[in-house]
């Protein structure tokens, strides 16, 4: 589907995070690189017909620079519905989480395990690095050419699923705005993610075909031990995953032409029964709760996701900052928001 068929505008427009305290959400994204934005409130029935949830709620959008995708929605719900993912691992049935770039990965490090060290709740992994990017391992030259390779650290917290990434010796000059004067030095997100276990992988096909990203590639791992995806997703000997990416449609297949805001998908295969907390990244939970994308026509998207195989489809309302959206729950049993584009953030 061409862009202008689908007439979405760019990738992952923002998250919304439902939070406990708004001052110290805004004082940890401010660390991240963000700023506060735009404010806005629904009371409890225009929440309730946009997003399912009986409950008001006071917003701030978190900017990053001159950023369009990758931005922070904080959710303060007068009456939360559950405490969310609240550091779920990345192997969890219902998980999400988001990947921002940094030129430094050590410092990201640093303070996660400081954090940990007080005692405070932190689920901190890595950094794993993986040693066969651009080309394998035994196939690079140390100590004679530049090498290649990729560093992530999770830093799950209560109310933010967040990972630090790093390419060293790599280019990807468009895929995320480092903010160097922030104390984490972060850009803004660079891929969102949603995680399901099962076996069937056409679910993730909504994203593409009604909805206008650009499928970008598929890969499929297996465990092997030291290998940094089947580690950081603990995977055993009779497990595997499939990742599907997509991107905005905008973005090139050369890695110097990705942007920001790409979504990643995982299929997660266990004979183990799954930690299911689907239900707890929702629209009302704290931590990360639904994504939203923006269109050129939304009356038409909105047609498009009506007589899609989508559930739960809202009518067309403002939402806090009196933008009109709708919203839905993809097949994979995701929430998502649509907005009418605007020019400013």
């Avoid at 806005?40 to 029935?45: F, M, S, T």
Wanted: glycine share 8%.
């Amino acid at each position: 589907m061409s862009n202008t068929e689908s007439g979405l505008i760019g990738g992952i427009y923002d998250i919304g995070v439902g939070v406990s305290d708004m001052d110290a959400a805004q004082t940890f994204w401010q660390s991240c690189g963000y700023r506060p934005g735009p404010e806005g409130r629904l009371d409890a029935a225009e929440a309730k017909a946009l997003y399912g949830v009986d409950s008001g709620v006071s917003c701030v959008r978190m900017l990053h620079q001159n950023a369009t995708a990758g931005l922070i929605r904080l959710m303060k719900w007068d009456q939360p519905t559950g405490p969310g993912l609240h550091m779920a691992p990345l192997r969890t049935h219902g998980c999400r989480w988001s990947v921002h770039r940094t030129d430094n990965i050590a410092n990201a490090y640093v303070n996660g395990e400081i954090l940990r060290r007080q005692g405070k709740p932190i689920h901190l992994v890595g950094p794993h690095y993986n040693f066969n990017l651009a080309k394998k391992a035994e196939d690079k030259k140390p100590f004679d050419e530049p090498v290649p390779a990729s560093g992530d650290i999770l830093l799950f917290q209560p109310e933010a699923q967040l990972v630090a990434m790093t390419r060293m010796n790599f280019a990807v000059p468009k895929y995320g705005t480092i903010n160097k004067d922030s104390p984490l030095r972060l850009s803004e997100g660079c891929h969102m993610a949603v995680v399901v276990q099962g076996e069937d992988l056409s679910i993730f096909d909504f994203y593409e075909e009604v909805i206008g990203f650009k499928r970008y590639h598929q890969v499929d791992i297996a465990y092997q031990p030291g290998y940094t995806p089947s580690d950081m997703f603990e995977l055993t000997p009779e497990e595997s995953f499939s990742e599907v990416d997509f991107d905005d449609p905008e973005a090139g297949d050369d890695y110097a032409e990705h942007l920001p805001g790409r979504l990643r998908c995982f299929l997660m295969r266990s004979p183990v029964e799954p930690d299911d907390r689907l239900a707890r990244s929702q629209p009302g939970n704290l931590g990360y709760s639904f994504y939203s994308v923006r269109v050129r026509d939304l009356e038409k998207m909105h047609a498009r996701v009506s007589i899609s195989n989508a559930n739960s489809v809202s009518d067309i309302a403002p939402d806090e900052f009196g933008t009109p959206t709708f919203s839905f729950v993809a097949p994979d049993g995701f929430t998502w928001t649509v907005m009418a584009h605007k020019n400013e953030n």
